[in-house]
Nanobody, 120 residues
Framework: QVQLVESGGGLVQAGGSLKLSCVASGSIFRINAMSWYRQAPGKQRELVAVISSGGSINYADSVKGRFTISRDNAKNTVYLQMNSLKPEETAVYYC??????????????WGQGTQVTVSS
């Protein structure tokens, strides 16, 4: 019904920057909240940033001032600009969206994840 596809991950040196993108497609009537999560090896998945359909934003304390989440509703896309990256932020980054489909059903959807590796 709904697919999320992330891109933009890769290898970067500590202190560097990356910009992740996530495009939603499928039977979309409306996208509500969109978020970025990450999961490091051996750790639980954690929320990095969330943006509502109206543009309200919240960040994990650990990324405030360095990461910026944004969305383009016309393109069904959410972005995560990551600056001053740290080695401990090496993880798989996942896109999440709460979507009302054209069948008028609300559902939670996840992307497949994109690897971000920060070298020291």
């Amino acid at each position: 019904q709904v697919q999320l596809v992330e891109s933009g991950g890769g290898l970067v040196q500590a202190g560097g920057s990356l910009k992740l993108s996530c495009v939603a497609s499928g039977s979309i009537f409306r996208i509500n909240a969109m978020s970025w999560y990450r999961q490091a090896p051996g750790k639980q998945r954690e929320l990095v940033a969330v943006i509502s359909s109206g543009g309200s934003i919240n960040y994990a304390d650990s990324v405030k001032g360095r990461f910026t989440i944004s969305r383009d509703n016309a393109k069904n896309t959410v972005y995560l600009q990551m600056n001053s990256l740290k080695p401990e932020e090496t993880a798989v980054y996942y896109c999440y969206a709460n979507v009302r489909t054209t069948s008028w059903v609300n559902g939670d959807y996840w992307g497949q994840g994109t690897q971000v590796t920060v070298s020291s």
